[in-house]
């Protein structure tokens, strides 16, 4: 067991997050009309570029483990705090669908020339002071529905990670595959070329 | 002078192998997935103390976040100045940088700007309540298959799919 390091450099995640960057802004994800875009159904984009990372990565995690590269208990797995999680996420989904991102796809935004994704960027700190001014008020709702520490759908379940993740292709391929009928409808996917005005 | 026709973006499929890949890489090397909204946080707490120094050493959430070092001494800042810096040399080598205001085209910029501000706050309420935000509780969490990140992007496509039939007129 070699994986993960124990020390990563600085310099190694600054390399990581420039990939990160170049694949987020190649997809397009720096556009908040293409991210709102998947919100209308009407360019699948993020729902495909996601799906196929999280499949490409969860494949991968799963055969180093097996093989014996990458010590698996190592990896940092979330506790589920099932209610505070969804009120969380669904603020996000309406955040996105009103201001056009999320924290990740601003910073792509600010760095291609967008001045709306630097407003944005203002309001999430706005949005974390006032948890923090209310914190005492939101202490109920920030830790319920809490699970299992380290709890993932396989051990949810007690099916083999492998099905799981045979599940989520089957889910992909079927989001690719029924997309196309979304994306030939109406405008269509948005191009580079779509946002230059 | 007219600026170089922009290159197209690359093919979903291309980007989610890429994205995954790196996601991998991340996983294999540091143990962690990749993240943004924990530098947002953290930059919000030493603003906080720079500004309101007692207020941020009395509260029990922001006082988590204050670093000895600074903001600047993580990994998630490292991290995501690497995003930047990614974002900001792709764009320029495929001709799509533009200084803008990205907007539907009936929609004003300081309608636009407004609008931005506002789903600003509610992602820094959001992200702080889930613990996460897309990339580091969504796709993170995703690719290590937990629980709590499938229950985040169910809600999160839900919500943004609900809100925008209303939000739509913002956009087109």
């Known amino acids: ?197 | 002078m007219t600026k170089p026709t922009p290159r197209n973006f690359l093919s979903p499929l291309i980007v989610g192998f890429g994205l995954g890949g790196t996601l991998y890489l991340s996983f294999l090397l540091t143990g962690h997935g990749l993240g943004a909204y924990g530098f947002f946080r953290d930059l919000t707490a030493s603003m906080a103390s720079w500004v309101k120094p007692f207020w941020t050493a009395e509260n029990t959430f922001l006082l988590t976040f204050l670093y000895e070092d600074g903001p600047l001494s993580t990994w998630i800042a490292w991290e995501v100045a690497g995003i930047g810096v990614g974002a900001l040399a792709g764009s320029l080598a495929a001709h799509r940088f533009r200084f803008k205001i990205e907007r539907g085209p009936r929609t004003s910029s300081a309608t636009r700007l407004v609008f931005a501000v506002f789903g600003g706050v509610l992602t820094g309420l959001g992200a702080t309540l889930a613990r996460g935000c897309t990339s580091g509780l969504g796709l993170s969490g995703g690719a290590v298959l937990s629980a709590g990140a499938f229950v985040f992007l169910v809600a999160f496509f839900l919500a943004g799919v609900l809100v925008s039939t209303f939000s739509k007129r913002l956009w087109r």
């Open chain 1, 1 to 197: 067991m070699t994986f993960p390091l124990e020390h990563p450099s600085l310099w190694l995640i600054l390399g990581l997050g420039i990939l990160f960057g170049v694949f987020l802004e190649a997809g397009g994800l720096g556009s908040p009309r293409k991210l709102v875009a998947q919100l209308n159904m009407r360019d699948w984009t993020v729902f495909k570029v996601m799906f196929t990372a999280i499949v490409v990565a969860a494949g991968a995690l799963l055969v180093s483990e097996q093989v014996g590269l990458l010590a698996g208990a190592q990896l940092k797995v979330q506790t589920p705090f099932y209610w505070a999680m969804a009120a969380g996420g669904a603020l996000l989904g309406i955040g996105m669908a009103v201001g056009g991102y999320c924290p990740g796809t601003a910073v792509v935004g600010l760095l291609t020339g967008r001045l709306d994704a630097l407003f944005f960027i203002v309001g999430m700190v706005g949005g974390v002071l006032i948890f923090a001014n209310y914190c005492d008020a939101f202490q109920g709702l920030f830790f319920a529905g809490m699970g299992n520490e380290r709890e993932t759908l396989a051990s949810l379940s007690s099916l083999p990670g492998w099905l799981i993740l045979l599940g989520l292709v089957a889910l992909a391929w079927a989001g690719f595959h029924f997309s196309a009928q979304f994306e030939s409808r109406g405008d269509g996917v948005i191009e580079a070329k779509n946002l230059t005005d």
